[in-house]
Nanobody, 123 residues
Framework: QVQLVESGGGLVQAGASLRLSCAASGRTFSSYAMGWFRQAPGKEREMVATITSGGSTNYADSLKGRFTISRDNAENTMYLQMNNLRPEDTAVYYC?????????????????WGQGTQVTVSS
């Protein structure tokens, strides 16, 4: 497991940009597949973007072109650059680290989640 702390959320107007940060503890941050998820009131938690330990990225189709996920392994930090924010982007954004595989049969350690950071976009 890795401990995760998000920051960078806030209240902004539509069209503004925010950069979320996820600071991770531990000495093996670079080995974790990670991602950003979000959950709006009354909605299911949804995947925003993921990034593998090797830096390969994947995005929710609706967010491609506006959001960019990245990681700085030297700083044990993952980022989500959010541009052209819309009111429908309002949600709590969570940092996630996929549990590491612990044996050759595929058993995994528990996933890790941050506490979340609120992003509110006004029209």
């Amino acid at each position: 497991q890795v401990q995760l702390v998000e920051s960078g959320g806030g209240l902004v107007q539509a069209g503004a940009s925010l950069r979320l940060s996820c600071a991770a503890s531990g000495r093996t941050f670079s080995s974790y597949a990670m991602g950003w998820f979000r959950q709006a009131p009354g909605k299911e938690r949804e995947m925003v973007a993921t990034i593998t330990s090797g830096g390969s990225t994947n995005y929710a189709d609706s967010l491609k072109g506006r959001f960019t996920i990245s990681r700085d392994n030297a700083e044990n930090t993952m980022y989500l650059q959010m541009n052209n924010l819309r009111p429908e982007d309002t949600a709590v954004y969570y940092c996630h680290a996929k549990g590491r595989v612990i044996n050759v049969e595929g058993a995994k350690a528990p996933d890790s989640w941050g506490q979340g950071t609120q992003v509110t976009v006004s029209s």
